[in-house]
T-cell receptor, first 113, second 116 residues
Framework: EAQVTQNPRYLITVTGKKLTVTCSQNMNHEYMSWYRQDPGLGLRQIYYSMNVEVTDKGDVPEGYKVSRKEKRNFPLILESPSPNQTSLYFC????????????FGPGTRLTVT | AQKITQTQPGMFVQEKEAVTLDCTYDTSDQSYGLFWYKQPSSGEMIFLIYQGSYDEQNATEGRYSLNFQKARKSANLVISASQLGDSAMYFCAMRSRSGNNRKLIWGLGTSLAVNP
């Protein structure tokens, strides 16, 4: 089954404790992206990657890091989480050329206290 | 700047009736794509339908159709024969076909409640 998986689905953590949200897709997609969803602000892109070892900032990259060492994986790293990073996070993937649908992971609900 | 506007924060519809969710967009690009996603209370983002800016016919996917009016820059979603399971948030989104970033620009969504 074609899918994007994220782990964990829910996480409550404390300020400053490093965490990683994993994202993996099994569709051989070149393009992957992270969004965060906040009430009243909608979904905003954090980082994106066009292929292995090619990443770039989206609209709200501050406080986040990403890596793309393998095509299927695109982890989101919060080195020192803060309460303003409490949000619902989505990983998405798609073909870079051709096709149009972006496939979304199930979301990770993060709370930073 | 690219922007998506959804002017209906909440909508109600009776089961088995049709409902239209509004979406207007702003872009200076000639080539772009328009999307609708559904987000149920469980939180996942479900792709519903896509319309390319050069597509001459309105997109349809089962009970979903997209009423694309390019000159008015609108891309309304029509759900026919509403079902209780259609109760959810609905998001309109746009992607430019230029550049390397396939980022989606999102509206703030419309909450749809289907009444039995």
């Amino acid at each position: 089954e074609a899918q994007v998986t994220q782990n964990p689905r829910y996480l409550i953590t404390v300020t400053g404790k490093k965490l990683t949200v994993t994202c993996s897709q099994n569709m051989n997609h070149e393009y992957m992206s992270w969004y965060r969803q906040d009430p009243g602000l909608g979904l905003r892109q954090i980082y994106y990657s066009m292929n292995v070892e090619v990443t770039d900032k989206g609209d709200v990259p501050e406080g986040y890091k990403v890596s793309r060492k393998e095509k299927r994986n695109f982890p989101l790293i919060l080195e020192s989480p803060s309460p303003n990073q409490t949000s619902l996070y989505f990983c998405a993937s798609s073909l870079f050329r051709g096709g149009h649908e972006q496939y979304f992971g199930p979301g990770t609900r993060l709370t930073v206290t | 700047a690219q922007k998506i506007t959804q002017t209906q924060p909440g909508m109600f519809v009776q089961e088995k009736e049709a409902v239209t969710l509004d979406c207007t967009y702003d872009t200076s690009d000639q080539s772009y794509g328009l999307f609708w996603y559904k987000q149920p209370s469980s939180g996942e983002m479900i792709f519903l339908i896509y319309q390319g800016s050069y597509d001459e016919q309105n997109a349809t996917e089962g009970r979903y159709s997209l009423n694309f009016q390019k000159a008015r820059k609108s891309a309304n979603l029509v759900i026919s024969a509403s079902q209780l399971g259609d109760s959810a948030m609905y998001f309109c989104a746009m992607r430019s076909r230029s550049g390397n970033n396939r980022k989606l620009i999102w509206g703030l969504g419309t909450s749809l409640a289907v009444n039995p």
